[in-house]
């Protein structure tokens, strides 16, 4: 509502066609902007406001703590600043809609009909997030009827759904994948939305990552087209933490923690050996959080390839000339390289890769690099070498989840569920600087964010044409065994 002294964007008119994802947008003093998320009223006009009714169900269930404390619903004013860090004088900027149970609904427990779909790779806790989603529709709103659609969003041409209950999914978080199923592609939003109508489901509940939130856009577009009283959620689910405004995704604790496994089973190989070099590719084609997250809390990692900072093989200061030397100095390396560090080099090497005999090499940049150093140091006929690759990924991305991360898809289910109780849609939800937030689905859509010298993550949004289009060096690895910090370099996602 936003009503205190601040101004909202006129809605269409009900004879307006429908604009493409028209942002709702808030503005207010000192700079202050809202980026708001759809509510079913804005394109249902004729549902009067006082159609919302008192979340009975939700304070019967916590009565005793309200006896203590009035204030446990969010406030409708409530808003999370995107960036806490300001200068004196700047104005206020953007925030977003603050996420928890409010005080009114928009949704009778009787009427709703809720599904959830999973869709893209696999991700620890997926599981988790169902079950919390099926939990807290029936013990905190009294919802009954729960869908599963089995195989992504190709389940909705099809029948394959399954009855959700608290029984049903009382176990599946101690069990690594998805027990809908998942899939990718298979989005036709017009089938979805049709299917939508046709099993009279009125919330959908979807688990994927930038491309599926761009389907669950589309979905949303057309719900709104015709009009239905129908609530989208998201609940961003990627591995490789690269998800744009929040702070982080699900799953990434575990995967951090589980590659670890993998980096100290690297060191042990070559430290078991004569000159031997551990290998280990880990998750990350548009960023390196879980390789450098993973490398920092091994200590046991010589040297860290991610996409943002780019390098080279040969030459003064390039890898081999680093593996080298720490060779002589330690008797061993230990090397992680992220799947999409390095990826300009493996594209370019067309001639290295065709003389292999491996055709793996041309496919999987850490099977390219190990072949790239066993080819450098034959060559140099003056060290012999043991090297071993690990490539743990599907290993990471089938395990369930732990605890830090299991209390955090809790929170994820929990938020998703108050939002579209409330008449949410068109919205995803996560944490802005330690604080669940409702985020329009076009925010996060299309842009991958990215680690800074700083360790923050970072997109192409905010960033000059003129700094994307940047050219950077590559990084040196050392000069007189100092690393040149003049020669470091970072990757502005597109």
Partial sequence: ?????????????????????????????????????????????????DAFCFNEIYAECHQKWLIVNRQYFVHDDDAVAEKVI?????????????AGPRQRVY?????????????GSLCPGINTVIREI???????????????????????????????????????????GTVLETSRGGHNATRIVDSIQDRGINQVYIIGGDETHKGASKIFQEIRRRSLKVSVAGIPKSVDNDIMV??????????????????????????????????????????GFIAMYASLASRDVDCCLIPESPFYLEGRGGLFEYIRKRLRENGHVVIVIAEGAGRELH??????????????ISEDVGFWMSAKIKDYFNRQNKMGITL????????????????????????????????????????????????????PLNIGCGLDSCLQPISQASCGQNMSSETKEMKKPAT??????????????KRIAA
């Fill in 1 to 49: 509502m936003f009503c205190n002294g601040f101004v909202e964007a006129p809605l269409p008119c009900d004879t307006a066609p429908v604009a493409e994802f028209e942002p709702k947008i808030v503005y207010g003093d000192d700079g202050f902007v809202l980026e708001d998320v759809p509510h079913v009223t804005d394109y249902l006009h004729e549902l009067p406001i």
């Fill in 86 to 98: 300001v200068h004196n004088g700047s104005p206020r900027g953007t925030h977003f809609r603050r």
């Fill in 107 to 119: 949704f009778e427990s009787e009427e709703v009909k809720a599904c959830i779909v999973t869709c």
């Fill in 134 to 176: 099926v939990c807290g529709l029936y013990n905190m709103y009294g919802v009954k009827r729960v869908l599963g659609i089995h195989g992504g969003y190709k389940g909705f041409h099809s029948r394959n759904t399954i009855s959700l209950t608290p029984k049903a999914v009382n176990d599946i978080h101690k069990r690594g």
């Fill in 246 to 287: 929040i702070d982080r995704s699900f799953g990434f604790d575990t995967a951090v923690e589980e590659a670890q496994r993998a980096i100290n089973s690297a060191h042990a190989e070559a430290e078991s050996a004569a000159n031997g070099i551990g290998v280990v590719k880990l998750m990350g084609r548009q960023s």
């Fill in 347 to 360: 594209c370019k090497d067309a001639q290295f890769i065709n003389r292999q005999v491996d055709s793996r």
């Fill in 388 to 439: 071993k690759y690990i490539d743990p990924t599907y290993m990471i991305g089938a395990i369930p989840c732990n605890a830090a991360d299991s209390v955090y898809c809790t929170l994820l289910a929990h938020n998703a569920v108050h939002g579209a109780m409330a008449g949410y849609t068109g919205f995803a939800v996560g944490p802005v600087n330690g604080r669940h937030t409702y985020i």
């Fill in 476 to 489: 040196q690895l050392f000069d007189d065994g100092f690393p040149d910090d003049k020669c470091v370099t």
